[in-house]
């Protein structure tokens, strides 16, 4: 971190019910024993199918990641609604 650095902010306005999804590019980029990366395709898909950061973070690993991993998943509820906590 420097001092004087400048960072890019935005916004993102998400409804009660919607999830937002933070990762970092170890997962995308973890590459097999051949060279093949995991991908963005492959990490769509396995949102799309319901992984939670956790399933994802260790698929990526199973497919030989070896580069740092951050993945985060924000669910919005209703206000009042019980929060939800999931592995």
């Known amino acids: 971190m420097l001092e004087d650095a400048a960072y890019e902010q935005t916004g993102v306005g998400l409804k ?3 999830w937002l999804f933070l990762l970092t590019d170890g997962i995308a980029e973890a590459q097999d024993e051949e060279g093949r990366l995991f991908g963005f395709t492959r990490v769509e898909w396995l949102l799309r199918e319901g992984a939670t950061a956790v399933a994802l ?3 990526a690993q199973q497919h030989g990641q070896t ?13 009042g609604a019980p929060a939800r906590l999931s592995a």
Do not use: L, M, N
Request: glycine share 6%.
């Open 57 to 59: 973070a260790e698929a």
């Open 67 to 79: 580069d740092d991993i951050t993945a985060i998943c924000i669910e919005t509820q209703a206000v």
């Open 16 to 18: 009660p019910g919607d």
